[in-house]
Each structure stands twice: as structure tokens, then as C-alpha cells.
């Protein structure tokens, strides 16, 4: 699980307390919007010359988000990522530009992880989602077979439009890196029609932070804090923010819960640390999010040192916090 309602709410609350202030004088007006796409709320804000223009780049943006999910959702039969998943063992399959640069990045991921990162879980995620849903706990034949499945490597991109899986049994699962897609792809449309300053959120799981509203240095945001003691947040300008975090753990039967699965041992992995990665844009603010709660922040650490422009924050229910910060600075306690 990502963030939750609570946080999409503060974050309509920061966006509008900012905006009324410059609605009052000359300045761009902020328009807001929001659309359940994808299984969560995705808002929108945005500055504007008028409240027309606004409206009318915001509604095709929120459009391109929708046109994203029919490309990347596995609950519709007709989305394109569907049709790959019945279709490409063993053949190539093409696919539209869109969905072929999405499962590239996804790929690079998996190699920069050692395939912690792999989007070809969706055998092992599927049979954990029917556990969650009432079913038994899977078995381990059950868990081995899903397993057979798995292996990034096994997945053949053929520039510019094909892919072809390498195995009989292959599905992709693009939950992890899909939403951050989505929203640099509503960021470009934004920016096509002249929207300069914007705030795009998808329900707290990744957020784009263009230009920064009239008269403020960036977009404030607040990070993820499971221990409700630390109170994070980073001044966003031209940069994603995107956290991961696993469900909670059930007393009664810890393996039947979570939604991240660990491609090493086919269970969903056990941490309690939620983890906010910022940088440049939404997808590889998404997808180094999930791949540094899999590494945890030891291995994570180490990751993100090699890297430029990129900051991450662990933080667990306790207080522990680990962060490495090669890129935007994460701030503490009350922002005044």
C-alpha cells in the first residue's frame, strides 16, 4: 500500500490554502480537479491564465492518464498489457509505443536491482491477491510453479514496437512503475498546452511537482512518516516524489498479507519501512521506490550513492530512519 486517503486529503489542503492566496490578486488562477483513475484518485492542480485554460489542459490531462490505464491495466481484458500477456510466449507482440517504453524502464530496473525489481511477478502477485480475497495460503508447489514463471530476463524487446516472452507461463504486472508513467505522461500534456506550474498526484503513491506556485521557491510535501514523529517534506520544483510501502502484516496469518512481492523467495516481503525516493520525474521516482523497499536500506544505501539527483528517505513505525540525499533536501519537523 501507498499512501491512503488521510494524505491525499492533506495534500488538497496544502494545494488549495497556496492557491487562494494568489487567486485574491493578479497572479494565475488555480484550478483543481480530480478523476478515480487506476484504482485511486489522481488530482490535479494547476496555475493558469484563466480558469477556461486551466480547466480545459487539466481534463486532457486526467484523459491521457485514462488512455494510460486501457494501455497498462491488468483488471481490463482488452488493455494492451492483457493482450501481451495472452499473446507474446513465444511470439512477438506488438505493443504501442507507450506500453514498449514503460516495460523498457521496467526492465533497466530489474538489471539495476539484480532483479529485485521485476515486473514479471504478476504469477506470484495474482496468487497472493486470491489469499487476500479468502483462498488458502499458497502452497509451495503452487508458489514454485508461479515461480517458474518469473524472470525479467526472459522478456525480449525488439525496438521499436515488439516483445516477445521467453516462457510459456509469463505475465508483466506494471503496479509498480505504471502510476509514475502515467503521471509524466499528464505532465507532458500539461505542458503542451502552456501549463508551466502544476501539481500532479495519484493518490499519494507518486507526485509531479511542475514549476512552483506564484511567489514559493517549490510545491511542499509532506513525506510518508509511519511513526507520526519525524514529519518529512521536501520543497518540489520540476522534480517526483513516490512512496512505497508494504500492507500490514496480519497476526493471524503474516504471509496472507501484502501486495509487494519478493521475486527471490515468492512471498510478499516483510519490512516495516515506508520509502520516499525523489527525483527528476514520476517513473523512475515509482520504480526506485519499490526497488529500494525490496533492497531495504542497507543494499538501498549503497544504490543510491552511485546515483545523481536522487534523495531516499526510510522510515519506520519506530523512528528508525536511514536517508541518503544526493539530490533535493529532505527537511524535518514543523515547516513554517
Not at 230 to 239: A, G, R
Request: one cysteine or more; a neutral charge.
Amino acid at each position: 500500500m501507498r499512501f491512503g486517503k488521510q494524505r491525499a486529503a492533506a495534500l488538497v489542503v496544502v494545494i488549495l490554502s497556496v492557491g487562494s492566496s494568489a487567486q485574491s490578486s493578479d497572479k494565475p488562477i488555480l484550478v483543481y480537479k480530480e478523476k478515480y483513475i487506476m484504482g485511486t484518485v489522481f488530482e490535479i492542480a494547476a496555475y493558469a491564465e484563466s480558469s477556461e485554460k486551466g480547466s480545459a489542459a487539466i481534463d486532457k490531462a486526467l484523459q491521457e492518464i485514462v488512455r494510460m490505464d486501457d494501455l497498462m491495466s491488468n483488471y481490463k481484458p482488452e488493455s494492451a498489457l492483457s493482450r501481451l500477456n495472452r499473446s507474446a510466449h513465444f511470439h512477438p507482440q506488438k505493443v504501442p509505443p507507450d506500453l514498449y517504453r514503460v516495460i523498457e524502464q521496467a526492465v533497466q530496473f530489474s538489471r539495476l536491482s539484480g532483479g529485485k525489481f521485476d515486473i514479471t511477478v504478476a504469477p506470484l502477485v495474482n496468487l497472493w491477491k486470491a489469499a487476500l480475497s479468502g483462498d488458502s495460503l499458497p502452497s509451495l508447489s503452487q508458489r514454485q510453479q508461479a515461480e517458474d514463471c518469473v524472470g525479467y530476463d526472459k522478456i525480449e524487446l525488439t525496438p521499436p514496437d515488439e516483445i516477445t516472452f521467453r516462457s510459456s507461463c509469463m505475465q508483466l504486472d506494471l503496479g509498480a512503475i505504471g502510476k509514475g508513467y502515467a503521471v509524466d505522461r499528464a505532465g507532458e500534456v500539461l505542458h503542451s498546452d502552456g501549463i508551466r506550474n502544476a501539481l500532479i498526484n495519484s493518490g499519494g503513491s507518486t507526485i509531479l511537482a511542475m514549476g512552483s506556485p506564484p511567489g514559493q521557491t517549490g510545491w511542499l510535501v509532506h513525506l510518508r512518516d509511519p511513526s507520526h514523529k519525524i514529519d518529512p517534506y521536501v520543497m518540489l520544483k520540476d522534480q517526483s516524489v513516490s512512496t512505497s510501502e508494504q500492507t500490514a502484516v496480519s497476526l493471524l496469518a503474516p504471509e496472507s498479507a501484502g501486495h509487494i512481492i519478493d521475486p527471490a523467495t515468492g512471498r510478499p516481503i516483510d519490512t516495516q519501512f515506508a520509502v520516499s525516493v525523489i527525483t527528476s520525474s514520476g517513473t523512475p521516482s515509482d520504480g526506485l521506490s519499490t526497488t529500494l523497499l525490496l533492497l531495504g536500506p542497507k543494499v538501498g544505501k549503497s544504490l543510491v550513492d552511485g546515483m545523481s539527483n536522487v534523495s531516499a528517505i526510510w522510515l519506520s513505525p519506530k523512528a528508525k530512519m536511514e536517508t541518503v540525499t544526493n539530490g533535493p533536501q529532505i527537511f524535518f519537523g514543523k515547516h513554517r
